[in-house]
């Protein structure tokens, strides 16, 4: 992958971030709930900081990072993608977010097994890890909302 192609995908990974945080924003106003509301705005203020991240990255004035590996149990595949709704019960809403989650770090594990630079290849498997532990977040959150009994 050359810097140009580089770029490319840097642009298309701030343009989701961009797309997340404002997802997160809309769903944070729309929700009643004070803890929904509150997970939610912090959520987008997170993907707000990855935008910037990427923009850093992107112009190679951020180049040691790295975010921890989390367990990946599994829970979004259980789960089947929600329709977005401004009416959705705050399970389906944090289901949807953690589908949302998933498809980023699948997308970033994708680029970083198709990388053949070193570089390129850690950036992408950090952003993957950093979008696992959005999703690791996510299914915890789900569990706790979806099957309240359990707690």
Excluded: C
Excluded at 50 to 79: C, M, W
Excluded at 113 to 122: H, L, R
């Amino acid at each position: 992958m050359d810097a140009k192609e580089f770029g490319q995908i840097m642009d298309m990974a701030i343009a989701a971030e961009i797309e997340a945080f404002e997802f997160y924003t809309e769903v944070a106003a729309a929700v009643t709930d004070a803890n929904m509301k509150r997970v939610f705005s912090e959520l987008a203020e997170e993907e707000s900081g990855h935008k910037v991240s990427l923009e850093r990255i992107k112009n190679k004035e951020l180049q040691n990072f790295s975010f921890p590996a989390v367990t990946d149990y599994g829970i979004s595949d259980t789960v089947e993608t929600p329709p977005l709704s401004m009416k959705m019960k705050p399970a389906d809403a944090i289901a949807l977010a953690m589908k949302k989650e998933e498809e980023a770090m699948k997308m970033y594990t994708g680029l970083a097994n198709a990388a053949s630079d070193a570089e390129q290849k850690n950036v992408f498997t950090s952003l993957a890890r950093m979008e696992a532990g959005h999703k690791a977040k996510m299914e915890d959150l789900y569990n706790q909302t979806a099957f309240p009994e359990v707690w």
